[in-house]
């Protein structure tokens, strides 16, 4: 395990980060790795809420005019761009015999054959994973869907689970590739509609992955799989075509 | 490894309700709604600023560029991230830190002195928000259970931006020692938050 999956280590640097205290190349370091492992960003994202109350505490001072004048100049100019773009006669000579735009279309090329030829975004890659898991005796108990469109997935319990004390409900990833370690995704509320923001390396991490699995496991263990199933359910990868 | 953030739909009360309101329509460009966000936040978020970067023109920067992220980034908010205000002071508050450490020296201190909590007056305290005033006390109550030195350090570096090392000097102890303050006083938050 990394160390930075221990809840100890990230929660702590997380509270730090919030308060302002991680300066310099460990801040750097810190916000890389909230981009890397989304489960650091969710501890920073509560920490920041706990402390906004102190924010919301200072007593107000009126800011001056000049401000927000600078500000709505600015979104004016930006929308007056956007609006009104300028119209030049295209002429493909002009184009390929400017040295900047000769290279920049040499790049898009580049760019599009290397995107297009990349597995995640062929026609034929999934746009939406959906799983229902059941429990023990086949009753559906939780609606699973992620959509690429959205980049979240969402975790709808049917009925509120009682989690027994000192406990915790995990939620789980099972990799194709048994040799593989399961994935834990970090705790869910015991009731309700769970939410969760996807990035790239977790959208390619569903792709090999087969089932989810919600499982009771101690509060303050780190187990590398799940020990106590609650429930499981395959996931149904959905294309385009 | 695959790792999803995980987090419960809440539900808001009605005074966020509306200013997440405003937020969602800045994703659609409704710069009336912006500025109505702007006239609710942007006093407490510029004394904050005020207090962190010390000199008004560069408060006045910061608040100038924070809204515009705001603005621009309005699009990847969702109430399910938290409060409007949560949200906005959090950008805020990281572009203050930002452009506190890109400076080789702090600015020169302001007539703005530390405050603890008592700047918490009446006038302050939200008349019709119960779920407010409970995170308010949870807080105090939190940071009444710190040692005097845990607890002003941590005020310190959340209100005014100091670092390990300025509060070290500022308040004439070993780094080593102001360290161990703030990760207690952190860990002894963490329970009890």
């Known amino acids: 395990m990394n160390r930075y999956q221990k809840p100890e280590l990230y929660e702590r640097l997380a509270m730090e980060y919030s308060l302002g205290t991680l300066k310099g190349q460990a801040r750097s370091r810190f916000e890389k790795l909230m981009d890397i492992h989304p489960f650091i960003r969710v501890a920073v994202d509560e920490f920041d809420a706990k402390f906004a109350v102190l924010a919301e505490q200072v007593p107000e001072v009126k800011p001056p005019e000049s401000v927000w004048k600078n500000i709505e100049a600015n979104i004016s100019a930006k929308q007056t761009v956007v609006s009104t773009p300028e119209k030049k006669p295209f002429s493909l000579l002009t184009f390929f015999t400017q040295k900047g735009y000769a290279l920049a279309g040499i ?8 995107i297009f030829g990349n597995p995640e975004f062929s026609s034929d890659s999934p746009v939406m994973f959906t799983s229902t898991l059941v429990s023990s005796n086949d009753e559906p108990m939780a609606e699973v869907v992620a959509m690429k469109s959205e980049m979240k997935m969402r975790i709808k319990l049917k009925e509120e689970i009682a989690v027994p004390e000192g406990k915790t409900l995990t939620f789980w990833c099972m990799p194709k590739d048994p040799s593989k370690p399961a994935m834990n995704m970090g705790t869910l509320v015991s009731t309700g509609s769970n939410e969760m923001e996807l990035t790239k390396q977790i959208w390619l991490g569903l792709i090999d992955a087969r089932e989810f699995v919600i499982s009771f496991e101690p509060s303050n263990a780190n187990n590398l799989s799940p020990t106590d199933n609650l429930y499981t359910g395959k996931i149904e990868a959905l294309t385009r075509t | 490894m695959c790792f999803i953030i995980i987090r419960r739909i809440k539900k808001e009360k009605p005074m966020e309700d509306n200013y997440n309101e405003l937020l969602l329509r800045c994703a659609s460009q409704d710069t009336q709604a912006f500025n109505e966000l702007y006239t609710a936040f942007s006093p407490r978020i510029y004394s904050l600023l005020l207090r962190i970067l010390r000199q008004e023109s560069i408060a006045e920067e910061v608040l100038q560029e924070a809204f515009l992220k705001v603005w621009d980034s309005a699009a990847s908010y969702s109430p399910s991230k938290g409060k409007a205000f949560t949200w906005v002071a959090t950008i805020s508050r990281n572009k203050a830190l930002d452009k506190l450490r890109s400076f080789k020296s702090r600015p020169q201190e302001t007539e703005i002195t530390y405050e603890g909590l008592e700047f918490v007056s009446e006038d302050n305290q ?7 005033k ?14 005097d030195e845990q607890k002003e350090c941590i005020l310190q570096a959340y209100y005014y931006g100091y670092t390990h090392q300025e509060l ?20 002894t938050l963490r329970d009890c938050m």
Do not use: H, Y
């Not at chain 2, 939200?126 to 407010?132: A, C, I, K, L, V």
């Not at chain 2, 409970?134 to 040692?147: T, V």
């Open chain 2, 126 to 132: 939200p008349d019709d928000n119960t779920d407010q």
């Open chain 1, 107 to 114: 790049m898009v090329l580049i760019s599009a054959l290397f």
């Open chain 2, 168 to 187: 070290s000097v500022k308040m004439d102890k070993p780094l080593g020692t102001v360290k161990a303050w703030i990760r207690r006083g952190l860990e």
């Open chain 2, 134 to 147: 409970q995170d308010i006390a949870r807080l105090e109550n939190c940071l009444d259970g710190l040692k």
